[in-house]
């Protein structure tokens, strides 16, 4: 049978939601390995990014309705996503991880993380369900299970290592190419786009943490 696997989507576009290219080759990597996908996004509104100038406007968009851009349309509220009918989790990246389903990009260490996001990553982990993240969506697993001291990359940036750490996660530096697996936690991270490389190796990495996830179920 083909696994089940969740997105959570958090956006359109790396400044204010999901990085498209990210989501993408997790989506295409997954639809490679033959695996029934369900996007996933939070029903919230939140600050929209100009893309083109890199500067803040005053509109408001809904996370929800924009990941849906993503998900050609096929995509349900994270509220409607219970454990028991998936088999594993995954998390692009982009600034949509740390501004709509965390605080970290304002608080780091100190942030919150948003309700339905929260219970979903604690539901697939006390099932013992395997959840993967890439870029900075990593700073969700630390915020939502600090407790339970996950290994843990984002790259090698040390600052943003330094706040994972300050949350309970363990961090170990990866190159673009490589992906981290937490096999006591059933957690597979990621750097893709926190290290400056080409798309290409970003690729590549993003396609060793889909496939090292869906190795864990």
């Known amino acids: 049978m083909a696994a089940r696997v969740v997105v959570v989507l958090s956006g359109c ?23 029934e996908v369900q996007c996933a ?5 939140h600050p929209v990014v100009d893309h083109l100038a890199g500067q803040p406007t005053q509109q408001q968009r809904s996370t929800l309705v924009e990941s849906a851009r993503i998900a050609r349309g096929a995509i349900v509220p994270l509220a409607a996503i219970q454990p028991q009918d998936h088999d594993a989790l995954f998390f692009p990246g982009g600034f949509g991880a740390a501004k709509n389903l965390t ?25 013992g369900k395997p959840i993967g993240a890439v870029c900075i969506a990593p700073a969700v697993l630390a915020r939502a299970l600090g407790q339970h001291e996950p290994k843990l990359t984002i790259g090698s940036d040390p600052g943003t290592a330094q706040a994972l750490e300050a949350m309970g996660a363990e961090h170990h530096p990866r190159p673009v190419t490589d992906c981290l697996v937490d096999p006591a936690n059933k957690l597979v991270t990621a750097p893709a786009y926190m290290l400056d490389a080409p798309l290409r190796d970003v690729a590549k990495g993003i396609a060793a943490a889909v496939r090292a996830t869906l190795a864990l179920i």
């Open 13 to 35: 576009g790396v400044y204010d939601g999901s990085e498209i290219h990210e989501a993408v080759i997790a989506l295409l990597t997954l639809s490679q390995e033959g695996a």
């Open 41 to 45: 996004a939070p029903e919230l509104d």
């Open 103 to 127: 605080s970290f990009a304002t608080q780091g260490a100190d942030c919150s993380i948003e309700p339905e996001t929260l219970r979903v990553v604690r539901g697939f982990h006390a099932a």
